[in-house]
């Protein structure tokens, strides 16, 4: 993977020094107010270094990135075709007025600026988790299955499963409508947004098998029954890391090792303590 250096900012290169920033390639004078002149470096810094701006600063570096890292092979081009048929889908008969709704000439121009970069992020954290997967173990994933039903139907549910009854056939009579968790298998880790009672009751299971007690919902009116059917960590390896790109903290952790990697520079030393407020994992 070839190694890069990006200077974000270029009106100044001005590496090394405590003092060293970028300045407006001009003073121009923007506009005027009863009489008092506005001039372009009057606003510069504060433009500079406004929470927006950096942001913007963090997209543009990551885009350059993930261009020059991730190959656009037939893997690539077939997970952009896939990316696009699932963006069709969703958006249905309104995908050509969606698209002209958010700026977008064609379907081209969507696919070259939105989800090739999807797919080039995707790619990435891929593989570098991937190549940490030994260490993301610790996250416990594994697949389960999750039923929730009333509170007061709880320990019947369970007689019922422990019994041989399917979560299927439970979740027609007993599952709750408005629910997530119907019976499907899933795949959860310790990072997964769910009911802490019963993450923690599948978590804590060292084989598979059904949980042996009705887990409380936070919400007090439901429960949850549920059984652990898979932990196989390594089998589990490409599901589990799907789940873990979609998981904002830690694709953050992760493209912040892509660019230390690197060798992400910035050569203005504002807009470098403005990183390490906000994106402290990218410039380590």
Request: proline fraction near 1%; charge should be negative; glycine fraction near 6%.
């Amino acid at each position: 993977m070839k190694k890069l250096s990006f200077l974000l900012i270029a009106l100044l290169a001005l590496a090394g020094c405590a003092s060293s920033g970028i300045e407006p390639v001009s003073n121009e004078l923007l506009f005027s107010i009863n009489g008092k002149e506005i001039k372009e470096a009057d606003i510069f810094d504060a433009m500079k270094l406004s929470s927006g701006s950096v942001g913007i600063v963090q997209d543009k570096a990551q885009k350059m990135l993930l261009k020059e890292i991730v190959e656009e092979d037939e893997a690539f081009d077939k997970k952009v075709q896939e990316v696009l048929q699932e963006a069709k889908d969703l958006m249905g008969d309104n995908f050509e007025l969606t698209l002209k709704q958010n700026g977008f000439e064609n379907e081209d121009e969507y696919v070259e600026k939105i989800i090739k970069d999807i797919v080039r992020q995707s790619f990435a954290l891929t593989k570098v988790m991937g190549d940490d997967y030994e260490a993301l173990k610790s996250k416990r994933p594994r697949k389960v299955k999750v039923l929730e039903v009333k509170a007061t139907d709880g320990k019947k549910v369970l007689e019922l499963l422990k019994a041989g009854e399917s979560f299927e056939t439970l979740d027609k009579e007993y599952g709750q409508d408005t629910s997530y968790y119907h019976g499907d298998e899933i795949l959860v880790s310790e990072i997964s947004d769910m009911d802490t009672s019963i993450l923690n009751a599948l978590l804590g299971k060292e084989e598979t098998g059904i949980v042996e007690s009705v887990q409380a919902s936070s919400k007090g009116e439901t429960a949850y029954v549920g059984e652990v059917t898979n932990i196989d960590e390594d089998a589990l390896k490409d599901e589990a890391i799907e789940s873990f790109i979609n998981n904002s903290k830690l694709t953050k952790e992760y493209m912040g090792r892509l660019f230390v990697e690197h060798n992400f520079k910035l050569y203005d030393q504002d807009l470098y303590d403005a990183y390490l407020q906000n994106y402290p994992e990218f410039i380590k």
